[in-house]
C-alpha cells in the first residue's frame, strides 16, 4: 500500500549529492523541491517530485498534507558511545575551574572512573538507562545511530556491552536502525602492561567468538600514541577483514600518527575525529571510500582546534559530522545542534553540511540505500516544523524535528 505525502513547503532530495558520492559539492547540490510530494511503497521511495506533478494514479490515494513542514533524508549519527555507567558533570566544571584532565585521571575520574560505574550496571540497568537516552535522540530527528561498546574493557564486560547493543537494535527496529559497533580496543585497562597483551587476551579472542553470532556491524580501535599501535590496528583490521566485519577507527586525534592513512589502506568506512590529520592522509582518504567523519562536539568541549574541514572537502574527501556522544569529551547527543554551530567554524556550505549528517553519514556505516531522497532508496526521513531548510539550522538548538504522520 502506497503513502503519500503532499504539500511539503521543501524537500531535500540531496539528488546531486547522491550522483557526487557527497563529494566535492556546492550549494546547488542541496536538490530541494519546493511545494514537494513524495510517494512511499513499503519501506522504499517510489516518487518524488513537485505536488503538482504528482501521477494520476497516486492523486487517487488518499495523501498526507504537509504544509508548513521540511522533509529531509533521514539524520544519521554515526559514533556515539552512549552505553555507560555514572555521572561525570563534576569533571567538565572542575576542568572549567582550571583542574587539568591529567589532574582528573590521577584523582580516579575520567575514562577508568566510566569503567568502573559500567561495571557496577547489571545488563538490564545498561540496556534500560541506554534506551532512554536513545529514545531522547530520536527526538532530534535522529533515525540511525551508531553505538560502541568500550566501557567494559574486560572480556565478559566487553561481550555483555555489545549483547546489550544488539538488545537495543531488535527492541527499536524498524523504525530506528542501530548499528553496533566492537570498541573494546577503547583502552587499556591498567591491569594489563602493554596493549597487546589486551589485544590478545581480550580483544582478538573475544572477536573470534562473537563474530559468529553475526552481532558486530563494524570494529573499531583507539589507535592513538600511548593507547593502541599501528601493529594492533593491523592485526584487528587483517582478522576483521577476513571475517567480513567492516572496519573503522579513531584516528589522528591526539597525534598525526597515520591513523587516516591506515583506515584507507583497509578500506576502512571511516577514520573519526583527524584533528591532526598529515597532509598525505588527507590524499589518501580523498582516493579511497573511507569517510572522514568529524566531531566537532568533542574539540568544542575540550577547547581544541577544529578539523581542517574545508582542507579535507577541497581535496575531494568525503565528510559526515557525528555527535561522538560519550560520558568524558562530549556529553551532548544533538548532532543537528553541533552540526548547525559547527558548520561556520569548519566553512561548510548548505550542501555539505546537510550531507554530513544524512548522506555522508548512512556511507560511514556502510549504508548505501538511505541518506537521500530519490526513488528506489530506503524511505528513511526526518521531518521538521519549518517553513525553510534554512529556519532548521539557523534556530540553534531549537528542536523542530517531528515525527512523520
Ligand atoms: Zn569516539
Avoid at 575520567?110 to 530520536?138: H, N, P, R, Y
Avoid at 597532509?279 to 577544529?306: C, H, N, R
Wanted: aromatic share 8%; glycine share 6%.
Amino acid at each position: 500500500m502506497e503513502r503519500v505525502y503532499i504539500h511539503l513547503n521543501q524537500i531535500l532530495t540531496l539528488k546531486s549529492a547522491h550522483i557526487k558520492d557527497g563529494r566535492r559539492l556546492t550549494s546547488d547540490d542541496l536538490d530541494v523541491i519546493h511545494d514537494g510530494a513524495v510517494v512511499v511503497k513499503e519501506d522504499r521511495i517510489l516518487w518524488v517530485g513537485r505536488s503538482s506533478d504528482l501521477p494520476l494514479e497516486f492523486k487517487q490515494i488518499q495523501s498526507i498534507n504537509l504544509t508548513g513542514h521540511v522533509l529531509a533524508p533521514e539524520i544519521v549519527d554515526s559514533h556515539t558511545h552512549l552505553v555507560f555507567g555514572g555521572d561525570r558533570s563534576n569533571e567538565y566544571a572542575d576542568r572549567l575551574n582550571g583542574t587539568t584532565y591529567e589532574e582528573i585521571a590521577r584523582r580516579g575520574g575520567g575514562i577508568l572512573f566510566t569503567m568502573g560505574e559500567t561495571q557496577k550496571l547489571s545488563a538490564d540497568d545498561l540496556f534500560e538507562q541506554a534506551k532512554a537516552k536513545i529514545t531522547t535522540i530520536t527526538t532530534y530527528g535522529v533515525g540511525t545511530i551508531e553505538i560502541k561498546s568500550g566501557y567494559g574493557l574486560s572480556y565478559e564486560k566487553e561481550k555483555e556491552l555489545t549483547l546489550v547493543i544488539d538488545r537495543l537494535k531488535k527492541h527499536f527496529a524498524p523504525k530506528i536502525k542501530i548499528f553496533n559497533t566492537y570498541l573494546a580496543a577503547h583502552d587499556v585497562p591498567r591491569s594489563f602492561t602493554t596493549s597487546r597483551q589486551y589485544l590478545d587476551e581480550v580483544v582478538i579472542p573475544l572477536l573470534k567468538e562473537l563474530a559468529p553470532l553475526k552481532v558486530i556491524d563494524a570494529v573499531d580501535i583507539f589507535h592513538e600514541k600511548n593507547y593502541f599501535t599501528d601493529q594492533d590496528t593491523q592485526q584487528l583490521f587483517q582478522l576483521a577483514r577476513d571475517l567480513g566485519i567492516p572496519r573503522k577507527i579513531h584516528a589522528d586525534e591526539l597525534n598525526t600518527n597515520n591513523g587516516a592513512e591506515i583506515a584507507s589502506h583497509f578500506g576502512a568506512l571511516s577514520a573519526d575525529h583527524l584533528l591532526k590529520i598529515s597532509d598525505e592522509g588527507i590524499k589518501q582518504l580523498a582516493a579511497s571510500s573511507t569517510v572522514a567523519t568529524l566531531l566537532p562536539g568533542t574539540a568544542f568541549f575540550l577547547g581544541k582546534p577544529l578539523a581542517p574541514a574545508r582542507k579535507m572537502l577541497d581535496q575531494g574527501v568525503k565528510v559526515a559530522l557525528a555527535s561522538d556522544f560519550n560520558p568524558g569529551s562530549c556529553h551532548c547527543d544533538n548532532l543537528l545542534l553541533i552540526a548547525s554551530i559547527s558548520a561556520a567554524q569548519l566553512k561548510l556550505n548548505q550542501a555539505e553540511l546537510w550531507s554530513a549528517i544524512t548522506l555522508n553519514a548512512s556511507h560511514a556505516l556502510g549504508l548505501k540505500d538511505q541518506g537521500a531522497i530519490i526513488p528506489g532508496m530506503k524511505a528513511r526521513f526526518t521531518l521538521f516544523k519549518a517553513d525553510s531548510l534554512s529556519q532548521i539550522t539557523y534556530h540553534w538548538g531549537k528542536n523542530l524535528a517531528v515525527s512523520l504522520p
